[in-house]
């Protein structure tokens, strides 16, 4: 038997999410916060809750896509949230960035008082990868809840990694954000290298992508910087965020990340000039004025 899907969360990433599930053929509940996030999603046949509970009780896996920490323990526990309306059996699949102590505490608080699994399951692929439904998945929970939801996923995402327990699909989310933001930073010297050198930028960057330095980050973010066009793929704000999540994390584990550390004052940086709204390649405005 097919599970009945709910999706909470219809921003720049979960919007297309919840779009793709419903071209995959399945049922899809949805509530939202701005009615408008919804209607491309009504359009498609998916029908529209007044409330997250109501969402709860009408679906078997339900995933949510959220800001940060605080608005996923509102969306599961909150007065009018999914823990007050979900079913024992059901599943909850938390596609946010959020941190890995707090998702094994609401892992551990859904299966206790309420018989629900859970799943984290962080993306990363930006945008674009929502749209075309191929994002990375990498996801933390009990192989049976993940082969489960492996289907539902598929939807969603190509490369689709079952990381561990509870949580580890957090922790690679901070792994990727880590090695993100420090290679939009090496991307950024390096411009402002060439730049400085009175080198052409766009063949420098040319060159290092036929060699070990190629990588989506020269290819995507060094454009960015030449072009001097931070429309956001992902926001800096956002970017900052996890990078907190990050350094929270190795704090907790005694470990120095002294890269990410630099990088996320740079990000900063980028945030108390006003640009937080940018892509976090903004980084390299930063540089320049330094």
Sequence with gaps: MTDKLGFIG???MGQPMALNLRKGGYDVAVWARKPERAAPLKEAGVAVYGSIREVAANADVIFTCVSDTPDVEEVIFGAE???SGIKPGSVIVDMSTISPDATRGF???LLNEKGV????APVSG???GAIAGTLSIMAGGAPDVFARVKPYFEKMGKNIVHVGDNGAGQVAKACNQIVVAVSIEAVAEAMLLAERSGVDGKKVREALMGGFAGSKIMEIHGNRMLANDYKPGFKSSLHRKDMGIVLQTAAK???DLPATTLTTLHLDEVIK???GDLDSSAIFKVLRKN
């Design 253 to 255: 584990l005694g470990i």
């Design 273 to 275: 000039s006003g640009d």
């Design 10 to 12: 219809l921003g720049i």
């Design 107 to 109: 892992a551990a608080r």
């Design 117 to 120: 699994q859970m799943l984290d």
């Design 126 to 128: 930006g945008e674009s």
């Design 81 to 83: 949230g999914l823990a």
